[in-house]
């Protein structure tokens, strides 16, 4: 018996993202195991020149995946979605937005950041200096006013490689959420930080105090496992709805109609 009562999942991975695991038939057949009603995929999305490419599927490989996801979406008893979890980059602005024109929906997840002299950092492998940590701020940011995303995933992940909570961090952390507030976006609380290489009082992220005070700000905040194989697609699902009760923050459900990926209060 499921004890977990979000019966959804909008970022999910499978074999096509290059470090996951699972064909899509694989992960709809789970999803209707566990009693998931929506599921959306959303693979890494490769760019034409096949900038990031070590972590992403390769740009060849776009058509396959939409191709498997369409199928799934007039088979399953479910609902299937189709998407891309984008980095954003002004000058692949163009893309992205032509992009949308063909799937349900785009999440957006900073997971390089450019330095001044062109090369990269990720808040994965490395803990982030003070330029980089604003840096982070200003591409989060961007992405969130480039009116190209329906959601943002794992907001919170500067904080992966930090031991310190201090006022740098919290102006990050408020301008971020503050952004997403003001243009109704909603932020997620991701799951699968939740079984990385973990601090000895906490998730590697979430982080707590970050959505203490996403919840103080008002954002509305969605869950999901960002699962990379089958088997986790609900593992953290009941550790991810305590998580959030916990924080106080406020859930809203997605819901897809009319072609565009909805968002439901709970009571509405």
């Known amino acids: ?79 299937i979605l189709l998407g891309y979890e984008c980095d954003y ?21 900073t997971h390089f950041i450019e330095r001044a002299d062109g090369s990269r950092v990720s808040p994965f492998s490395s803990i982030l200096t003070v330029d980089e940590l604003y840096r982070y701020r200003d591409q989060f940011i961007g992405a969130l006013e480039s009116g190209l995303f329906d959601y943002a995933a794992h907001p919170d992940l500067f904080m992966a490689g930090s031991a310190s909570w201090d006022d740098v961090h919290k102006r990050v952390a408020r301008e971020i959420i503050g952004e997403a507030v003001s243009l109704s976006i909603p ?3 991701n799951g699968n930080g939740m079984l990385k290489r973990q601090a000895p009082d906490r998730f590697c992220y979430p982080f707590g105090p970050f959505w203490s005070l996403a919840s103080k700000m008002g954002a509305d905040v969605i869950l999901s496992t960002d699962a990379h194989s089958t088997a986790n697609l609900v593992l953290t699902k009941e550790r991810l709805e305590i998580f959030a009760h916990q924080h106080g923050v406020r859930l809203v459900r997605p819901f897809f109609e009319n072609g565009k990926l909805k968002w439901r209060r709970r009571g509405e």
Do not use: W
Request: glycine letters at 6%; hydrophobic letters at 30%.
């Open 187 to 189: 932020l997620e609380i």
């Open 1 to 79: 018996m499921n004890v977990f009562t979000e019966t959804y999942n909008i970022h999910t991975h499978s074999f096509y993202c290059g470090h996951g695991s699972g064909t899509i038939a694989e992960y709809v057949k789970e999803a209707e195991a566990k009693g998931l009603d929506l599921l959306g995929f959303s693979e890494h999305c490769p760019f034409p020149d096949n900038f990031l490419h070590r972590s992403r599927m390769d740009y060849s490989m776009m058509s396959s995946y939409e191709r498997d996801v369409r199928k799934q979406k007039e088979e399953s008893g479910i609902q």
């Open 89 to 109: 980059f002004p000058r692949y602005r163009e893309y992205l937005a032509s992009l949308r024109e063909r799937v349900d929906y785009l999440v957006t997840g």
